[in-house]
């Protein structure tokens, strides 16, 4: 069986800053030399292509910033440029982040015609009050119709909302999941809102002006969304996502199962294990010269656009670092990921890349206080009570 591999191309550029989001992303008033961007993208996939070696694709990804800036031309020479350089599944996902301003919405069927069969909306709240709040440019009403004008264009939609908003009450949240799953296809996004470093919320948190629910409140909303959603059919398959079952994004499972991944733009990272080296360039001098099976390497990509321009046309690649990560390394970042899923870690992965199982001394005090389970011996998981207490988990395991 093919082993999946994916692709994130990171577009960085938003119409304004969020001032929740700590996201690679900025805003150029006077506008994207979309043309010349393009062009670097296609020289750096092309460069990278070389050391990372034939693959299948299984899923690609355009995050950002706003993806949906771009025009559909952009968009079809960056999934052309992947398409010269790999061989793409015949079942691949591509997905591509918008938001719903009737602009953006006014090209989803062009995207589509572009090869875009999945459709990542950043809704955030369904009412204009939470919208105002949270700094978004669109309205109830333009989320609205993009959400219908998505559902009739693409194969796949998911959107995203925002929980654990200052001063909601669960009886608010939970009307707002109820209009939500009516509307939503097959996948939604829900995520509590938190407080992140650098961030205009950060600051007005910090001075008193933002106050967020106390911990047993956002407890009580996260516990409300797994009850709702789960009724509903839109079981969680990992903290923060919920899908019909079948409908889980590929890509996101890609990450979460430690499977290998190329990224490609401004502040993009990949993880992967080296192939082969067919032409030296400045990027393979960049990779540690290991070859063994688990010789997994994650690339930095120069955060800064236009830095990452000029690099990529001198250099022909956006790499500004590399590291090579040890098995241990991979392992917790495996645990990591894998406590995510509801389905759990798989543990005879995780134990052959750790080269040793985990405490049986711990996993039994995990279990005892009822916070994780193990099922057929080969997944380990968070209980729906441990999922509140992950951090606290993966610490004990991974220490």
């Not at 968009?75 to 918008?98: H, M, S, Y």
Request: charged share 20%.
């Amino acid at each position: 069986m093919t082993k999946p591999f994916g692709i994130y191309i990171h577009w960085p550029f938003c119409m304004s800053k969020c001032p929740y989001c700590d996201f690679n992303s900025y805003v150029r008033i006077n506008g994207v030399d979309q043309p010349r961007f393009a062009d670097a993208f296609e020289r750096e996939i092309t460069t990278q292509a070389h050391e990372i070696g034939p693959r299948h694709i299984t899923s690609i990804f355009i995050g950002g910033g706003t993806p949906s800036l771009m025009t559909p031309q952009t968009v079809d020479r960056l999934l052309q440029a992947v398409a010269k350089n790999w061989t793409i599944d015949d079942k691949v996902e591509i997905t591509l982040e918008a938001n719903p301003s009737s602009v953006e919405a006014d090209r989803f069927r062009s995207y589509h015609l572009a090869g875009v069969n999945r459709l990542s909306l950043g809704v955030q709240a369904l009412n204009d009050k939470a919208l105002q709040q949270l700094g978004r440019l669109h309205n109830a009403k333009q989320a609205l119709h993009a959400i219908n004008l998505a559902r009739e264009i693409f194969p796949r939609l998911s959107f995203d909302l925002i929980y654990a908003r200052p001063k909601q009450t669960l009886k608010q949240w939970e009307s707002e999941l109820l209009q939500a799953i009516n509307l939503a296809a097959d996948h939604l996004s829900l995520y509590q809102l938190t407080i992140e470093d650098g961030t205009t919320f950060k600051k007005l948190h910090a001075a008193g002006k933002l106050i967020l629910p106390a911990s047993e409140q956002a407890a009580n909303l996260y516990t409300l969304t797994q009850e709702i959603t789960t009724m509903h059919g839109l079981p969680a398959y990992e903290i923060s996502n919920h899908a019909i079952p079948g409908a889980e994004s590929c890509h996101n499972l890609l990450y979460w199962r430690y499977h290998e991944y190329a990224g490609f733009g401004p502040g993009a990272h990949g993880r992967f294990i080296k192939q082969s080296l067919k032409n030296s360039s400045s990027f393979s001098e960049k990779l540690p010269s290991k070859t063994e099976n688990h010789n997994r390497y994650v690339t930095i990509n120069e955060k800064h656009p236009e830095n990452w321009l000029e690099l990529v046309e001198t250099t022909g690649h956006g790499c500004i670092d590399t590291e090579h990560l040890s098995q241990e390394q991979q392992a917790n970042e495996m645990l990591l990921m894998g406590l995510r899923l509801t389905e759990g870690l798989d543990l005879i992965r995780y134990e052959t890349l750790n080269r040793q199982s985990l405490s049986s001394k711990k996993l039994i005090h995990l279990q005892q206080q009822g916070l994780v389970e193990i099922t057929n011996n080969q997944h380990l998981k968070a209980t729906i009570k441990g999922r509140i207490f992950l951090d606290h988990i993966i610490y004990q395991l991974a220490n």
